[in-house]
């Protein structure tokens, strides 16, 4: 008898940390899609797709729930596993409502839905109007939880996910080194959170102090605020004055800044810290100069005078390097060396520990510190040379984090692009939607330009860049180590 209790209340899933996280977030996603149907049926909008989200979420999450279970400290190869199945499934639960209330295909609706909590920004969405004010809400919405980290926002609500969680925590918080700025992991996710809602408040109040539409306001910030890019808006930022769009390029900037560095500035009283700390100079460096660079080149090459032309330069800088991915004009339409600069961005990305998306700027100042040290060898082959960023000694599992990184995103960009220019017979279109797919910026070059649209791509090409958008977002490990049988043994022993 004692036996048969003990397989009955056994967890039944042979992934129980996975299970019962999903089933976490599919019930708090599933809350808040029945709120959103209940303020939309007060507006008179169509509730169902939101009613039916709820209904799936609610159920699903609490079945997983309870055939889940949260143990103490799981396994990294557990933590992999449930962070690649969660950013899988929860835009699967997400795109309920763009496929039922929004007149979506269902793989268009998963698109969207990829888009959105993968911060990516890239939209199959042609008619506008057709939509309500709900969907645009979650649509934004689902970008701000995605920037935010599902995983780091459960940690901080559920607290009993602050032991089981930290593992996922680091799988998720990926980085050359992974910075834990208290002792304990649920302060640390509460640190980042914090300032994560600081910057929501604030952009929301400059864009309406500026002049933006009230709903425009709070739907754009829940984008700009994750390096996310949805807008309600069809033109972007280009319909909105010049004093929005450098608000815009402000937020940007720091959305690509880390969090915790940011923390310090405004929490820890260390004014000073950015200074101090080498990759946040690299990234304002390269901002500063490619701006000027791409502000000269519409200056000279194009119809702009001096400020509209570092206002278009900045933003859209600050926009790609963090792929964010608004656009203040339609920058598909200008001359090939601003594209140039543009396109250069995409591979760059914003610090370790923002929101940013693409490679990261200290992978590059590792990659530079490695190229120096090899020169430095071959005029001193007989010394000993550290191999360090800024004044910190990188370890050699860095060096290998790095090298593994850039060969898996370089391999997923570019068989991207071969599968992308077989089926869209557009080398253009090819090249840039697979960088924006798997750096998780949003608009390409030319029919998928920051004015078009991905709705027309041929459907593989669709699932293409969901795969791309899903691994890039979790910064590819997680998800190439679902492909290797020793996680899969690690999993059964």
Known sequence: MRSWQKSVEAPLSPIPVATYVTGTVFLGLGGVMGLLGVVDGLYGEDVLGFLVGAALGIGLGLLLRRLGSARSEPSRAEALFTVAALWLLVPLLGAVPFWVSGGMPFLDALFEAMSGFTTTGATVLADFGAWGYGLFLWRSLIQWFGGMGILVLFIVVLPHLAVAGRQMFFAEITGVQKEQ???????????????????????????????????????????????????????????????????????????????????????????????????????????????LALALTLYLRHDYDLGPALRHAYFQTASLITGTGFASADFAQWVVPAQVILVSLMFVGGSAGSVGGSIKVIRWLVVGAIVRREFMRVLHPQAVLPLRVGKKSLTDDAMRSVAAFITLYVMLFGLGTVVLGVLEEDFVVAFTASAAAVGNIGPGLGAVGPMAHYGDLHPLSKLVMIFQMWAGRIELIAVFSLFTPELWRRLRS
Do not use: H
Not at 203 to 214: D, F, I, K, N, S
Not at 237 to 261: C, E, K, R, S
């Open 181 to 291: 700025l208290t002792p304990k992991l649920r302060q640390t996710a509460e640190a980042i959170l914090r300032v994560y809602l600081t910057l929501t408040a604030v952009t929301l109040a400059a864009y309406l102090l500026c002049g933006m539409p009230v709903f425009e306001a709070v739907a754009n910030t829940l984008s700009t605020v994750p390096a996310g890019g949805f807008s309600p808006n069809p033109q972007s930022f280009a319909d909105y004055n010049p004093l929005i769009q450098w608000v815009g390029t402000v937020v940007m900037f720091l959305t690509g800044v880390n969090l915790l560095l940011q923390y310090r500035v405004l929490f820890g009283r260390e004014p000073r810290a950015p200074l101090r700390d080498p990759e946040f100079r690299a990234y304002s460096l390269i901002i500063l100069s490619a701006g």
